[in-house]
């Protein structure tokens, strides 16, 4: 059986259990604790370890998805995530602009971690306060060839658009690599 | 879409810069306990601002640029009472009172200093709401936003140098071990003082943060000095050994044959497709 790795990560909060959620075939394994933190009393719970998530390819392949823990006391388990990973999706909160800082460092760690394809995914664009794509852009500096992806975390096909646009920036390294070698 | 949030989150060098960058057009209002600053743009360039607090009538703001004496001031403000600021600007410079170069400096001088305030500022929720311009009876101006983000970056310089510093505030701090080390002894400011009795691996420089009252900026200048000065030492969590699950990568995709990582990859996004 033949195993791939994506990776989910993005700040606190921004989604990355809905979006495995939305796709894994098997109920995501998650361990998820009651917040003690005051200051990130956002939601009532949070992924402390990780999520979990699968998706059968074929009778020899299995996709799985990680999510990174949401909380940054955790963030030295990310490079243990990172290992073997295919790509990875950042997912940030469109709503949330304190957040932006926060993923740019996060994207910023996973590219040390694993010179990988990734895409960033907007998520929670159907919120009323949700950034538009082009703003979010020029404040998380993300230069124009870098997927920015509008994405609703708990809709499914949202998060299989972005998943394929992913897999279509890993084909296309993998062409360039291909083009490399010929030269 | 609304452009709102805290300063204290996404700063005002930020905000200028998505603002100029995308030459935007609109009303940024940002307000903090007793304090409301309303600035307009124009195709991303500073064109009017004013506070709460100050007099922004074109008269308030000759008078405070010193080109309005305190008498000539009272006096424009009781005699031309309900003029708008463009008549009582065209009837000063009809009179030859000041040329419109005049004004225009004093007010560019007068607004530049409204948004520099606001870089002081470390908290205040803010919204930009886009097309909302400047009262018609405004004077305004066109001020690139470029040096104002220079002058604001130095202000912030400090922050992010000890955010590189001390990267995140889930950290923990402890007694540096030096066996004769007295820390009676130190002479430390009253900020450190108020870190002290807090030091313990157990306490996150956040939850220090939290209940000595200070904001993320002021517990860095502690710690940092404190660390500087040799007293304490930041802790961060050990790296668990071992990893929980080991997941071995298609290796050619990385390292062999490309024809069969495409191949792999083609099978990956049909099964995507067909979710």
Redesign the interface.
Known sequence: M????MVVTGPFNAGKSEFIQS?SEIDVVSTERKIS???ERIKETTTV??D?GR????ND?V??L?GTPG???F??MW??LS????GFVVIIDSS??????EAR?ILETFRAYAPTPYVVAANKQDC?????I??MR??LRLSPEIKLLECVATD?DSV?NV??EL??S??AE?EN??LE?VQ | ??????L???TLT?LL??IT??QKSGTLVVERSNEAVEVFFTDGKLAYADTEQDDNSLAGILHKTQLLSPAQYQGIKSNVNGMSDKELGLLLINANYFSQQDIIQSLQTHFVDVVNRLFTWMEGFFRFESDIAPPDDKITVKVNLENLILEGSRQIKELEYLEDEI??L?IGVKFVDRPGANVGNLSLTSEEWQVIPYIDPKN?L?KIA?VTGMTDLEIRQVVYSLVQAGVVEMV?????EG???Q????DQ?VQGD?ED??S??F???D???S?
């Open positions: 033949q195993t791939l790795k796709v933190s005051e200051i370890a990780m979990f998706i059968t390819v074929d392949m996709l799985y990680f909380q940054k006391r963030d030295f490079e243990i290992e073997g990973m295919l949330r602009p304190e957040t932006f800082r460092k009323e306060d949700a950034w538009e082009s703003d020029i404040s499914k299989k998943l394929l897999l279509y890993i084909l993998l690599i291909k070698a | 879409m609304a452009i709102k949030g805290n204290h989150d996404f930020q810069n998505l960058m995308a990267p995140t889930d996150s956040k939290l961060r969590p050990e790296k668990p990893t929980p699950l997941i071995q990568l298609a995709l490309k990582g495409k792999l990859l099978r990956l996004i099964r995507i497709k979710l």
